[in-house]
Nanobody, 121 residues
Framework: QVQLVESGGGLVQAGGSLRLSCAASGRTFSSYAMGWFRQAPGKEREFVAA????????VNAISVKGRCTISRDNAKNTVYLQMNSLKPEDTAVYYC??????????????WGQGTQVTVSS
């Protein structure tokens, strides 16, 4: 079992930056790929970024490419999402997930409760 808890969300002005954290519990954290997804009200869950179990490979959604950096620290059982040049359309609840490598929610087995990110204009 892996439990995930996101933090770091909040209100930020357009053009600002934010770093989200996802703290994981579980002895097998380092064996899972990790992903970040977001969901705005009335919209479906959207892929943001993913990182391999070792941290050696990352992918980003086109919508955030160039503005997003995903990283992980397996020693701390934590994955991060650094977001820069934030836009109002980035407003959503952000979720971290653990599972297989992929860009679909179905690729991930464990999910956090989410953290709200609101970007004002």
């Amino acid at each position: 079992q892996v439990q995930l808890v996101e933090s770091g969300g909040g209100l930020v002005q357009a053009g600002g930056s934010l770093r989200l954290s996802c703290a994981a519990s579980g002895r097998t954290f380092s064996s899972y790929a990790m992903g970040w997804f977001r969901q705005a009200p009335g919209k479906e869950r959207e892929f943001v970024a993913a990182i391999s179990a070792s941290g050696g490979t990352t992918v980003n959604a086109i919508s955030v490419k160039g503005r997003c950096t995903i990283s992980r620290d397996n020693a701390k059982n934590t994955v991060y999402l650094q977001m820069n040049s934030l836009k109002p359309e980035d407003t959503a609840v952000y979720y971290c997930a653990a599972g297989s490598w992929g860009d679909s929610p179905h690729d991930y087995q464990y999910w956090g409760q989410g953290t709200q990110v609101t970007v004002s204009s």
